[in-house]
C-alpha cells in the first residue's frame, strides 16, 4: 500500500504547476495582420505576454519571427 502511494505521488510531481505572470493582450486586434481577433484560435504565451491572432496562419507566422512583431505592442 505505501509502495502505491509513493509511486503516485511520484507521477504528480512533474505535472505540478507554477504561478507564472502572464500580461494580457493589449491590442484589439490580430498583431500580425490587424485583423478581428478570433477567440477560436489558440493564444499564445511568448515572453510573459499573451499573443492572440485572427487565424492559425498569423500564428505561424508570429511562430516564424515573434520578435518582428513584439514591436507593434505598446511600450509600458
Do not use: W
Amino acid at each position: 500500500m505505501l509502495t502505491r502511494l509513493f509511486i503516485c505521488a511520484c507521477l504528480l510531481v512533474p505535472f505540478t504547476m507554477h504561478a507564472v505572470e502572464v500580461k494580457p493582450y493589449p491590442l484589439a486586434n490580430c498583431i500580425v495582420s490587424g485583423d478581428k481577433l478570433d477567440p477560436n484560435v489558440p493564444a499564445v504565451v511568448y515572453q510573459g505576454q499573451q499573443i492572440l491572432f485572427c487565424c492559425n496562419s498569423c500564428a505561424k507566422k508570429f511562430a516564424a519571427s515573434p520578435d518582428k512583431y513584439l514591436i507593434k505592442l505598446p511600450k509600458k
